[in-house]
Every structure is written in C-alpha cells, then in structure tokens.
C-alpha cells in the first residue's frame, strides 16, 4: 500500500509538473510592462568580441507606447538614441551630426526592445521562445530564455524558418525575475563572436515626463545625416 501512495504520489507530482507553464516569467513580464504608458530604467550596455569586453556605456532609457524610446547616455560620454515612432536618431554632441534612418530599416541592436514601447508581447519578436537550462542567470531569482528573432519577409510578415536561418542568426537570451517578471538582462551574440549586453535596474512606471523627450529636434550647425546608424551601435555587421 506505501508502495501504491509513492507510485500514485509521484504520479499526481509529474501531471503538476506537466501543467506548469516554463514561459510564465515571461507572461509575467508581458503583463508587468503592458500596465504601463511609459516606462523609465537605468541602464548598462557593454560591448564584447570574442569574449573581450570592448566598450561598456551606462545611462538612462525611457520607453512609451505606441512605438517610443529614448536611451541617454551619461557615460563614458553623452550620447543620444531615440526612435520617435517613424525614425530611428543617433546624435552624438562631440561630432555635431545626427544620423536618421527609419526605424523598420534600422538594425541597431536596441530596435528589438521598442517591444517595451509597443504591445509588449515577445511573439512580435521572437519567433520562439524557450527556457536556456544552460546558460546560468546573474540574479539568483532570475531565468533566462533564449530568443530566435523573426525574420522578416520582403511583405513585412515573418519568414519561414529553415535550418540554415537558424544557423545563422544571432543569439538573443532574455534573463526574467521569476516572480516579478522584471527584465534584468538581454544578451546578444552574432555568428562572428561580437556581442552585446544589457543590464537593467530601477524601473519606474509612469515616471511624468513630457511627450517632447520623445521626438528629436536637431540643434543649430548639427548636420542630419541620412542612413544606417554607426556600425559600433548597429549588429556589429559590416
């Protein structure tokens, strides 16, 4: 009769087990982000290739809906990032230019994270989405998740996927708390051995800010430069 509860007991655990859902920090996190017009972090960016760490930038990045963000950057110098909904901007003061490009061309690697800005559901970035059991999280409530980014056709739509896409595309990994479904870390890593890495504290919901942070207005004697954003900010692809 023991015997029988054991066998009856690990029987209930496994059924549990199979109706847990792996993906739920990431509902979690979908439902955090969406309850929210606008959203406020502090970020650290760091640049790596071949597992050498190149350049490591910090700031301030603000994300509203439909469609916004604007990454300031404090250090090593002052940068800006901003997509206003239409255009992706990159303006750098030292240089007194700013370059624009529109912002379902852009290849910058922040692009993918207007995901924050937009319906907030991962499925209009990642073709498929699942748990990376090998690579270990940097928080100790945290769960990582790898990411294959859609492929979008020449119609705008996903393309189908094929062994030799998925070969070569690059390799997004998404740390999510657990229980608060908070966005730690997004980790991006091409084919050819460039990385990069985000790094997320002090979300704000809400903060006041004003919608005129969101759009960009080029000071006096800055040049607009039309094109693709700097290669250093973009996939790291030439």
Same mark, same amino acid.
């Given at each position: 009769? /023991?015997?029988?509860?054991?066998?009856?007991?690990? /029987?209930?655990?496994?059924?549990?087990?199979?109706?847990?859902?792996?993906?739920?920090?990431?509902?979690?996190?979908?439902?955090?982000?969406?309850?929210?017009?606008?959203?406020?972090?502090?970020?650290?960016?760091?640049?790596?290739?071949?597992?050498?760490?190149?350049?490591?930038?910090?700031?301030?990045?603000?994300?509203?809906?439909?469609?916004?963000?604007?990454?300031?950057?404090?250090?090593?110098?002052?940068?800006?990032?901003?997509?206003?909904?239409?255009?992706?901007?990159?303006?750098?003061?030292?240089?007194?230019?700013?370059?624009?490009?529109?912002?379902?061309?852009?290849?910058?690697?922040?692009?993918?994270?207007?995901?924050?800005?937009?319906?907030?559901?991962?499925?209009?970035?990642?073709?498929?989405?699942?748990?990376?059991?090998?690579?270990?999280?940097?928080?100790?409530?945290?769960?990582?998740?790898?990411?294959?980014?859609?492929?979008?056709?020449?119609?705008?739509?996903?393309?189908?996927?094929?062994?030799?896409?998925?070969?070569?595309?690059?390799?997004?990994?998404?740390?999510?708390?657990?229980?608060?479904?908070?966005?730690?870390?997004?980790?991006?890593?091409?084919? /050819?051995?460039?990385?990069?890495?985000?790094?997320?504290?002090?979300?704000?919901?809400?903060?006041?800010?004003?919608?005129?942070?969101?759009?960009?207005?080029?000071?006096?004697?800055?040049?607009?430069?039309?094109?693709?954003?700097?290669?250093?900010?973009?996939?790291?692809?030439?």
């Amino acid at each position: 009769m /023991g015997a029988a509860v054991l066998i009856g007991g690990a /029987g209930c655990w496994s059924a549990w087990a199979q109706k847990v859902d792996p993906l739920e920090p990431i509902r979690r996190m979908e439902r955090r982000y969406r309850a929210a017009k606008t959203l406020q972090v502090t970020f650290l960016e760091r640049y790596t290739e071949s597992g050498r760490t190149t350049r490591v930038e910090s700031g301030v990045a603000y994300f509203r809906r439909p469609g916004k963000m604007r990454w300031e950057y404090a250090a090593p110098e002052n940068n800006l990032f901003l997509i206003d909904g239409k255009n992706a901007w990159f303006y750098v003061p030292a240089d007194h230019t700013v370059t624009r490009v529109p912002a379902k061309q852009s290849t910058d690697w922040r692009t993918p994270l207007a995901l924050l800005a937009g319906e907030t559901k991962v499925s209009k970035v990642c073709a498929k989405i699942e748990l990376a059991a090998d690579e270990k999280p940097e928080g100790s409530q945290g769960v990582v998740f790898r990411c294959r980014l859609r492929d979008e056709g020449t119609n705008g739509g996903p393309k189908a996927s094929t062994k030799e896409s998925d070969q070569t595309q690059d390799m997004v990994l998404l740390e999510v708390g657990s229980d608060t479904g908070e966005l730690s870390r997004i980790v991006i890593r091409d084919k /050819g051995g460039v990385g990069i890495e985000f790094r997320f504290e002090k979300w704000r919901d809400d903060p006041v800010v004003a919608e005129a942070l969101f759009h960009f207005e080029a000071p006096r004697g800055v040049a607009i430069v039309n094109g693709e954003l700097p290669v250093e900010r973009g996939a790291g692809k030439e």
